[in-house]
């Protein structure tokens, strides 16, 4: 297979479509698939539009957008003209939004219907440029949201125009972007309440795609599944880039991923492939299997011996693959840890995971292991490519900050020299600001995030994202915050209450009966966790959180909110 001459993702996307020009690309599930050829066509009408409206190289284009097929074209299509992409996460507040196009000072952007109306205070944020990405129609100024519905149905005349010349800028323009030129500015969906833009190369992005065909073979016979924000850089480089390096074909939903659209989903499709965060696998698992397997006092019981549960596992892992279409050779989960119990079930049922380890800022995969090469609780090696080191390792532990060298860290971050200079080392390695240890095979094992720290009243470091596991493996409890008040341990737990007014049979089912209930529940749970944990990481005291926790776009707990 040609490899790439140049590590940028314009020579990227031209290498593919003249290898599997007539292999199927993009899809929504349910349609058929346009091919490489016909993707990289579109990728250059679209490159031509944003070319007649004044956009060239360095501009940058924001992409506001759930994840579909055009999504990618239009990305590309920002590429080949040297312009960079300025990608939003669908889940961010209008305000974040209004504060990235200016933060950025973006020319134009690519907006979809169903996220037009977060872009109504227009004149706020000074575009010159609006276009409809279902149809590549630009939008006059001061639309209203109703007429954002008639150009789906009318499509677009500009491009119509557009095809009926013949094209030959895009394989020109491609040779003149260069590999440590920009090609997108990412915005972190911040759990400490501040979104930094990273600054990710061409570079970067090639070489980090790259990355994944060191654990994984993936060819024009694979299906991948989408279902996760392409904003975000590990669905971007791992579920796109990756693929389209490889020329498999990528299916996307037409809607949010509930069960009731996924379910049928992966049956038409049956993907070889998917990415996913950790609450997808975790509440599949809590909902669908451990009930069943532990819905009964004996069932409970027979559960906790580990040679029954083990074949209890592999029966319903047997299951599960098939709930996945049966052809599933990877499932990468990212973004978060997964909980203890859950990657137990999996490892015991034969399902093809992985768990992969990286930040934004790396493009992102920094350490990753093939499914059925990986290990408990870890996230694999580093992959060829990127350097990572402990740094400054506790003496008797060997844990410490995870920093990392190589070729897919960023450059730094947008119009912020003081923050980039404190992301690095004076010797030039990115602390990612989480600690971890590696083992002698140099598999890496991530602890939690050095912010989150906790110094013990003995000087020992407690790890609060350690003992939140432990909260996890009692199936009342949907989310939990350990922190430090008043130099006391405290969990902020969240339970499950629909299941808990469910199994509660109180008689009259009184309010007060139910609040001793879920009092009882929170001090077993306390008990159960103090019994399995080190001295210095008992539990004091917990606290109820009665709504759920507020999250990031990527559905990351802002712990900040909560952690004073």
């Not at 006059?140 to 030959?168: C, M, N, Q, W, Y």
């Not at 915005?187 to 992005?205: A, I």
């Not at 994944?212 to 971007?236: A, M, N, W």
């Not at 069943?292 to 011996?305: D, E, F, G, H, Q």
């Amino acid at each position: 297979m040609a490899p790439l001459e140049k590590l940028t993702l314009t020579a990227l996307i031209k290498r593919s479509a003249d290898l599997y020009a007539d292999h199927p690309a993009l899809a929504f599930v349910g349609d058929t698939p346009i091919t490489y050829g016909q993707m990289y066509q579109k990728i250059n009408e679209v490159s031509q539009l944003l070319r007649e409206q004044g956009v060239g190289s360095g501009d940058k284009i924001a992409i506001l957008s759930e994840s579909m097929p055009n999504w990618g074209i239009v990305y590309f299509a920002i590429l080949q003209l040297g312009a960079i992409a300025v990608p939003i996460l669908p889940d961010f507040h209008p305000n974040q939004i209004r504060h990235i196009i200016k933060h950025s000072d973006c020319k134009g952007i690519f907006v979809s219907e169903k996220l037009y109306d977060k872009l109504m205070e227009r004149e706020t944020i000074h575009l010159t440029l609006m276009v409809l990405i279902e149809t590549f129609a630009i939008i006059p100024e001061e639309s209203p949201v109703e007429f954002i519905s008639d150009l789906i149905k009318k499509g677009s005349r500009e491009l119509e125009k557009l095809k009926e010349a013949t094209l030959r800028m895009a394989g020109v323009e491609a040779h003149k972007v260069k590999e440590d030129d920009i090609a997108c500015i990412l915005y972190t969906s911040g759990t400490s309440g501040q979104s930094k833009g990273v600054l990710l190369t061409h570079k970067n992005l090639a070489a980090n795609a790259g990355f994944g065909t060191q654990i994984v073979d993936v060819s024009t016979k694979d299906r991948f599944l989408s279902i996760l924000p392409l904003s975000h850089t590990y669905e971007c480089t791992v579920g796109f880039l990756l693929p389209i390096l490889q020329g498999a074909c990528i299916y996307y939903l037409s809607k949010p991923p509930t069960a009731r659209v996924l379910i049928p989903a992966m049956a038409k499709v049956k993907p070889t492939y998917m990415l996913s965060i950790p609450l997808v696998i975790e509440k599949i698992f809590r909902t669908k299997i451990l009930p069943k397997l532990t819905n009964s006092a004996i069932k409970r019981k027979v559960y906790k011996i580990p040679w029954v549960r083990k074949k209890l596992h592999k029966i319903a892992g047997k299951k599960l693959k098939a709930l996945f279409g049966d052809a599933l050779r990877f499932y990468g989960v990212g973004g978060a840890p997964l909980a203890p119990d859950v990657e137990k079930f999996l490892r015991e049922g034969g399902f093809p995971y992985s768990i992969g380890y990286g930040t934004t800022e790396t493009a992102p995969l920094i350490a990753g292991a093939a499914p059925f090469n990986t290990k408990y609780r870890s996230t694999g090696p580093a992959f060829k490519g990127m350097d990572v080191k402990i740094d400054n390792p506790n003496p008797e532990t060997g844990e410490g900050e995870i920093i990392v060298k190589g070729i897919s860290v960023m450059i730094g971050y947008y119009l912020d020299k003081d923050l980039t200079a404190e992301a690095f080392t004076p010797d030039g390695w990115y602390k990612t600001g989480d600690l971890g240890v590696l083992d002698k095979d140099n598999y890496l094992y991530i602890r939690g995030r050095l912010k989150n720290m906790i110094i013990g009243a003995s000087g020992e470091n407690i790890y609060p994202e350690e003992i939140e596991t432990f909260f996890y493996e009692n199936d009342n409890v949907v989310e939990v915050i350990v922190h430090e008040l008043e130099n006391k341990l405290v969990a902020r737990v969240h339970l499950d209450y629909e299941k808990i007014e469910e199994e509660f049979t109180g008689g009259s089912h009184s309010e007060s009966k139910l609040k001793k209930r879920i009092d009882n529940i929170l001090s077993d749970i306390k008990n159960e966790v103090n019994d399995n944990v080190p001295g210095y990481c008992r539990i004091n005291k917990i606290i109820e959180q009665t709504e759920p926790f507020e999250k990031t776009p990527t559905k990351k707990v802002k712990r900040y909110l909560y952690v004073s």
